[in-house]
């Protein structure tokens, strides 16, 4: 809407108007509200804000660039830029927020007060920007549904960005207008989904430059069949199938958190250089930001003392010392340009980390795994939780799957999540190459698959169009292409993953979920549980404790099995086997004896989670349920019949 003219409220809206008049004035609200917006009033309420918070003149927002947000106002500025001649003159307002709520970019006319700098609930009260950024979808916030009476004639719309590696809302795209005469869609709702995906895309064209610099030096270091190798730059792990054998994944991550470091202290702030918008001094390469030149090692001083990176040849405050790294990692001296890291006790090797430059800094490391000598502690070897378990379903899957991995076809994995889909195909593929649809776009790394190295793609219902097509356009030219795929069956495929599916039915297995196969539970248990300290006994279970695992659905399957004993093993501070009282809740209580209406199966499970919330003690559960302790004992005994 780009005009001041005022159409006709929506009915809900006039009456959601009288409800915050009542709320504001500590009456009883009547019945109907919302429970979600009269949470948001009280929060804000909670949190100090003042609903009356007097504004300035109205006028445009100011273009403001923070530095914090700077990549993504990068991408997002030519975007919309573009887009602001489309939003007028009126009354409407696009706006972009970083992860914070703070506004970096705006045009047209925004509500008054500070809200024009801030979206935060802190400042702003109940907005969309928040809501997206906490529901990590489309949100509409519409006139009464505000706290502050300055935004009482105004609808918005936001739409979160996600980072393309990672995932994670990094910020919103928002749109303000006069309040709409309908409450849902926003008219703006399409132009913001299509500024947030414009966004998003120019987020994953900027990434993908170093992204390839790294799976290209990881590709170099790999080539020797068996080679244990990990690229690393803080959001991309890059794996040999050997080197997941010979790595734990507490001895992963501390590697990681090591080239986090480097690329931290030894690469300064502004890696991916030469982005406009950060002062001189903040550039990558320029002085003052600590940058790594490209070609240059610690021989010329990059690494800095106290970051826990050391070199032979570099400066007299590190030369000839160990430094330690973030523990549990240590670095000690090396060749020039790499570093001998020695990971956590317990590992059967050490690492050897290379920095990999792009563009005058360093992007991310490269780290070639050798063994240490003999009698080194052996932890769990990843088969046997890969591998666990003697039920008929589970072995006829194993076994067919076994029998397809063993000629170069592509090969599809289909289960529910956290069955071991990726852990199987682990098992089946020696040297593979793993990249998660979830993250992104698959981009550089399907050129290594046509040059022929084995690549998982997990999560093939999360693939993006293009690359859906260039999966469907190779397989259909190279049928022996090496490719194994996870499938985690959900909302209908398109039509394009669809012809993907049906290519790749043929060889095809489908995982069975844990509930379906609860006599492996216990050889689960074993194969999971952690290797136990010297002289302490290994984790052991009542049978009380067992029959309740093994009646638990396991809605996340083995890798909800792997976090509860994990857990257990990690917090636990008596002896003994494990007992059923030690057991979380939904495990403990078990499922319901008898069939629940729709009515008793949300009030269960909203027990359920308050136990959860409240460690499991019952007299806070009662209260923060607003209900007699009695009240909820005779609750529990009635579910579990």
């Excluded at 795929?485 to 993907?500: H, I, K, M, S």
């Amino acid at each position: 809407m780009t005009t001041a003219e005022r159409l006709p409220v929506h009915p809900a809206l006039e009456s959601l108007g009288r409800a915050r008049a009542l709320f504001l004035a500590g009456r009883q609200l009547p019945d109907g509200v919302p429970e979600e917006i009269v949470a948001a009033w009280r929060r804000a309420r909670f949190l100090g804000l003042r609903h009356d918070v007097p504004g300035p003149a109205a006028a445009a927002p100011r273009d403001t660039v923070r530095r914090e947000g700077y990549h993504l106002l990068a991408a997002a500025r030519p975007v919309l830029e573009r887009l602001a001649p489309v939003v007028g003159t009126g009354r409407a307002a696009l706006l972009l927020t970083d992860e914070r709520l703070r506004v970096l970019w705006a045009t047209g006319r925004a509500p008054g007060a500070r809200c024009r700098e801030d979206f935060s609930e802190q400042v702003a009260g109940n907005n969309s920007a928040a809501l997206a950024l906490r529901t990590r979808r489309r949100a509409e916030v519409h006139g009464p549904e505000h706290f502050l009476d300055l935004w009482q004639d105004v609808s918005a719309v936001s739409v979160p960005v996600l980072a393309p590696d990672t995932g994670r809302a990094v910020g919103t795209v928002t749109v303000t207008t006069a309040l709409c005469a309908d409450r849902a869609p926003h008219p703006w709702a399409s132009l913001a989904e299509a500024a947030a995906g414009s966004v998003e895309a120019e987020l994953l064209a900027r990434s993908r430059p170093a992204e390839r610099i790294l799976l290209d030096a990881y590709l170099r270091a790999s080539r020797e069949r068996r080679r244990a190798v990990v690229a690393l730059d803080g959001r991309n792990r890059l794996v040999s199938e050997a080197a997941g054998r010979l790595l734990s994944p507490e001895g992963l991550d501390a590697l990681e958190r090591s080239v986090v470091a480097l690329l931290r202290d030894g690469a300064g702030e502004g890696a991916g250089a030469g982005e406009e918008g950060l002062p001189a001094a903040d550039r990558p390469g320029s002085a003052g930001s600590g940058a790594v030149a490209a070609g240059a090692g610690p021989g010329t001083g990059a690494a800095r003392p106290g970051t826990g990176w050391a070199s032979d040849t570099g400066s007299e405050a590190v030369t000839g010392t160990t430094v330690p790294a973030p523990a549990p990692a240590y670095v000690t001296t090396g060749a020039p340009g790499s570093y001998r890291v020695r990971l956590p006790d317990g590992e059967r090797c050490s690492a050897k980390v290379s920095p990999v430059a792009h563009r005058g800094s360093v992007i991310g490391a490269v780290a070639v795994l050798e063994p240490l000598g003999a009698g080194t502690a052996v932890p769990l070897e990843r088969g046997a939780v890969a591998l666990a378990g003697r039920s008929v379903p589970w072995r006829h899957a194993v076994g067919r799957a076994t029998e397809l991995a063993r000629s170069p076809e592509p090969l599809l994995l289909v289960g529910e999540r956290g069955t071991g889909k990726t852990a199987l195909a682990r098992e089946l593929t020696p040297e593979l190459l793993v990249v998660d649809a979830a993250e992104g776009e698959l981009g550089s790394v399907l050129h290594a698959l046509r040059e022929g190295h084995a690549l998982l793609i997990r999560h093939v219902e999360r693939l993006a169009q293009p690359d859906i097509a260039t999966l469907n356009s190779l397989l259909a030219s190279r049928p022996g292409t090496p490719l194994l795929a996870t499938y985690t069956p959900g909302t209908p495929p398109g039509p394009c993953l669809q012809r993907l599916l049906d290519r790749l039915a043929a060889r095809s297995v489908t995982l069975p979920a844990l509930r379906e196969r609860p006599e492996d539970v216990r050889d689960l248990l074993t194969a999971v549980a952690p290797k136990p300290e010297p002289g302490q006994p290994p984790l052991t279970w009542t049978l009380d404790a067992l029959r309740a695992l093994e009646r638990h659905p396991w809605p996340g399957n083995v890798t909800e099995l792997v976090h509860l004993v994990r857990a257990l093993a990690e917090q636990r501070r008596v002896c003994g086997p494990v007992g059923r009282a030690e057991l979380p809740d939904p495990v403990r209580e078990g499922p319901a004896a008898r069939r629940l209406s729709p009515m008793e199966h949300a009030e269960r499970s909203a027990i359920l989670e308050a136990l959860r919330r409240n460690g499991g003690n019952k007299a806070r559960t009662a209260v923060s349920l607003g209900i007699a302790r009695a009240t909820l004992y005779r609750k529990l005994r009635e579910y579990r019949g």
